[in-house]
């Protein structure tokens, strides 16, 4: 086996800057959520992603892709949602295994009423306290070591779950 190649100082800064700054982030953005919308973070994550889509529709399969959760996980979690009223399920015309979610209007309102106020915690919080280089480096940084875990994640994932 090779030996470690451990951190030096500034790599070891670097990491538990940002191990430290994640953990602080997350949980100032989930607070500043929950407290001005009573959503949590994934109801956030639910509804913003299939407020997206055109017709504010996405399967119940790509949905959880996207979100990197397991349909076990994301059926349970609509099901609390579904309860409040916030989403619905919905067989799939072409696919009788599938499932569609889809925004209810008071999903919709839930989403467009907390997106601005969320999307200014993170501006406050993070956008702008860096310069535009530091934009720049931080959406480049980010996007390669996401590419680099989706496709390590492609090669070493589990057999799919079956549809929800």
């Known amino acids: 086996m090779d030996a470690p190649r451990w951190l030096d100082a500034r790599e070891d800064r670097a990491w ?10 997350d949980l100032e953005l989930a607070r500043e959520l929950t407290q001005a919308t ?4 994934p109801d956030y ?7 997206e889509t055109p017709q504010g529709r996405l ?6 892709d996207q979100m990197r959760w397991s349909r076990s996980r994301l059926s349970h ?9 916030l989403v619905t399920r919905e067989e799939c015309e072409t696919d009788g295994r599938g499932s569609i979610v889809a925004l209810t209007p008071a999903g919709r309102q839930a989403i467009d009423s907390a997106a601005p106020g969320h999307v200014a915690a993170v501006r406050r919080h ?17 996007h390669r070591v996401v590419d680099h875990l989706a496709g390590s994640d492609r ?10």
């Open 155 to 164: 090669r070493h994932s589990p057999q799919r779950e079956p549809e929800v």
């Open 59 to 64: 399967r119940l399969s790509e949905l959880a």
């Open 126 to 142: 993070l956008i702008d306290l860096l310069t535009p280089a530091e934009v720049d480096a931080l959406g480049a940084f980010t």
């Open 38 to 41: 009573g959503l949590s973070e």
């Open 45 to 51: 994550d639910v509804l913003s992603e299939v407020s």
């Open 16 to 25: 538990r800057g940002y191990r430290r700054m994640r953990r602080l982030l």
């Open 77 to 85: 979690h609509l099901t609390r949602m579904q309860q409040r009223g």
